[in-house]
């Protein structure tokens, strides 16, 4: 008899999201926005999987299913009637056709864990996580992750997405990556009942939140994850008072880089992935803005140009500034390091390496443009 | 005889700068510091053309020549030595080989007229000049005017260039385009002695102004002006405090929009230039920073917002808070929507659009959402 809990996408689509942060609340609201509207397509209940936790006494999911409002993690926001907040994990994938993964990437590893052999292979997922999986000498992206440890196809969503302001309704845009799976185990046997880019498009798509539907699933969350050690550096360069145009040269040798990095490392991807969609550029210039990473990074500029000799990490200032939140790029630099010299690469990446190197080898923040210009001496010769 | 006053291009070139804003007169003393050092190349010596004028009782262009300073455009920067500033614009492009052109737009049809018939049809010309020259049907770039009036090939040099910066010496970065001339009569005879683009790597890069030459001139230009659009649509959205997402949501738009421009009206340019040199993504950011154009868009979405009956005009604001200086993207939102208007392309270009719509046709920037999802819709045919 079969374990699986979870069913082959046929329609209507019951739609399940697995995490309730700020981003994940957000988009299970966008999705039961949706789910209420598109009724032919998706089942209008949407569960959403809580870690439950007590607040003043009471839990957190009987808050969201009688209040419908997330108070803990996106207070003041009205959550819509059909959003459920389900404790138990198999509970709330139960039944559904479509899980849409919205954790902390630190607890990936725990949820497959849990789902392991209980998801139906005909299941689709669609991964809003961001960082990468790195061990060795291998780089692994999110869906991969998933689909290697569920065995179900997974797409992805990423773009230039503050959660609190796409939560207020204000216009904002987002990239969703899923195509069509070529692997025979993953292909239903009635095709015609699957889920379609356009579906996705449904699902996601608010007038506030515009969608765009493309292939890339991989050059998607590569900039996902890339993009954080870009803010790095542009804070350093912030921090040390260099100005707009400096910031801007390293966001546009942030961008190469990560164009490099995917048409290097993952074959097929497509380059303008990262120059023209949400998940590339835009969601780099938001991160650049004054997002988490970029505020360690420019911290570190600054107090390293006031003193030369400080001996605090990007990690102290992590926990001085973010109050208790992470800065994913700090791990994603190292672990883009330790990659890059394992494929005798880093050369190749002059910024991503700088970046590790000022930030965990003292190198210094001043000798970025030389380092540059002689990439560029090779380049022309000089 | 001929009455040509300046020379074909010949080793060592002899650099001149028509031009000294601070834009000019920093572009000037790059210039010079790279002269003094590659004099196998160039001569040392470089005039630069100043707009005569009294400062104190001193003429400008004996203060810059004694004190080396422009104490009009550029106060508290150190000029080179090797910098002469001259009066007269005949006198100063006597016995050049290269002209660099570095005025504001408005006075380039009349510095053109004056030097009319003067110029040798093989010097060589670079244009740092942003915007477009539109009459009726027609967009020209400025290189091409250039070239149009006064029979020269012409590059340009565009990048994320806050002129008072780069004279600090803060780290940036630019672009210049320039491709050997495949018109037959602006070849020499004796090509080996004719200006190369490593010629005018050396003439600009420095170890803080870091120069990447590619061919793409046409690119470079319409990125250079274009951008000042969307920056201004980029101020509209800041004004309404739609916060980050939003905003980088209007600068991809905006991105996409130029290169869909530049595909569609210029043939054989590169997208690649958009996305990926400083003269386009990067001078993007920077102009969306703060620029001017996007200062007068943010008090207008600010304004129209506390008061959507305003009457106050994009102009009005430019006056208020720009002292004197001019946002150039007014006048070339208005030229991009007359000649999007004969093309008959303006539903092409929404974002472009309604930015003109938004200045000057009372449209509202709350319905930029709808506008663009309008057309999305078509593109997925929903």
């Known amino acids: 008899m079969s374990t699986f ?14 995490g309730s942060g700020n981003w994940g609340t957000t988009v299970a609201k966008i999705v039961c926005e949706n789910t209420q509207i598109y009724t032919d397509l998706f089942e209008p209940k949407v569960n959403m999987w809580v870690h439950e936790e007590e607040i003043d006494g009471r839990k957190l999911t009987e808050i969201i299913n009688t209040e419908h409002e997330n108070v803990k993690y996106l207070p003041g926001i009205r959550l819509p009637g059909n959003l459920h907040a389900v404790p138990n994990l198999l509970d709330a994938v139960r039944d559904s056709n479509i899980i849409v993964f ?18 139906h292979p005909h299941t689709r997922a669609i991964s809003c996580l961001k960082g990468l999986d790195v061990s060795a000498n291998k780089i692994t992206t999110l869906p991969a992750y998933i689909s ?4 179900i196809h997974c797409g992805a969503l990423s773009g230039a997405n503050l959660a609190p302001e796409i939560a207020q309704e204000k216009f904002s845009e987002t990239t969703v990556a899923y195509r069509y799976p070529s692997t025979q185990e993953w292909k239903p046997e009635d095709e015609s009942q699957d889920v379609t880019k356009d579906d996705l498009r449904k699902l996601f798509h608010r007038p506030y939140f515009h969608v765009n539907v493309i292939d890339d699933i991989t050059g998607v969350c590569l900039a996902g994850a890339l993009k954080n ?18 910031k801007a040269a390293i966001m546009r040798r942030g961008l190469l880089e990560m164009v490099q990095f995917g048409q290097t490392f993952f074959k097929g991807g497509d380059p303008r992935t990262y120059t023209e969609e949400s998940a590339g550029v835009a969601d780099l210039i938001t991160s650049c803005a004054g997002g988490r990473n970029h505020r360690v990074g420019r911290a570190y500029g600054k107090l390293t140009k006031e003193d030369p000799t400080i001996t605090k990490t990007l990690q102290d200032l ?13 791990l994603t630099a190292v672990e883009v390091y330790k990659f890059l010299k394992t494929q005798d690469a880093l050369e190749q990446f002059p910024l991503m390496t700088a970046t590790y190197r000022i930030a965990f080898e003292g190198e ?19």
């Open 5 to 18: 809990i979870t069913k082959a996408a046929s329609r209507p689509f019951r739609v399940c999201v697995v």
């Open 102 to 119: 919205n954790i902390p990437h630190q607890f990936l590893r725990s949820v497959c864990a849990q789902l392991k052999g209980y998801v």
């Open 148 to 151: 290697e440890h569920l065995g």
């Open 229 to 246: 050690v870009v803010a790095i550096a542009a804070g350093f360069v912030d921090g040390r008072g260099w100005g707009e145009n400096a």
């Open 318 to 330: 992590e926990r001085e500034l973010l109050n208790g939140q992470s800065a994913q790029g700090i």
């Open 364 to 382: 210094s923040i001043d000798e970025l443009p030389k380092i540059l210009e002689q990439v560029e001496k090779k380049k022309y010769k000089l």
